[in-house]
């Protein structure tokens, strides 16, 4: 799942390496992961800001017919932080119904707007294959995880009508 995509601010809990309790640093998704769980950073809650964020983009695919260009690591971002959502509310022992009520609503509208976005993207890049399969001009506008389905059933389409 996290695959260094997608960078992740954290706040130094505990003095690790050349980093200082209270620094704040940008980590790649999985080194994030690594070290909360070790407890030496605190991850930095952006998932208002990618909730934000995946309300923009869905809007202006819904505006634009041809596939748009996605921010960088998007995907990857949303994954990072419903995996942190998830675990945050799992196993914080000591945590008050306000911010749990405040986390699980995050939880919830995130990956409502992270599938919801994930649809409308596949039917997009369905449609796309249909007319014009293995383009370089659409495969410049998707995500490095929509390229690969982009490719793979280009070449069954092709296959199947028998097109090269």
Known sequence: MLMGRAFIPVKVLKSFKTWKTGDMVLLEDWKAKELWESGIVEIIDESEKIISELDQVIAEERANEPIMPLPTGLYSRAEFYIYYLENYVRNKAEIEIDVLNAKMTKLSNLKKKY????????????????????????????????KKIYLQISQIRNEWLGES
């Open 115 to 146: 599938q919801h976005l994930k649809k409308l993207r596949f039917k997009k890049i369905l449609n796309a294959i249909m007319f014009r399969p293995g383009s370089l001009e659409i495969l410049n506008r998707l995500a490095p995880e929509e």
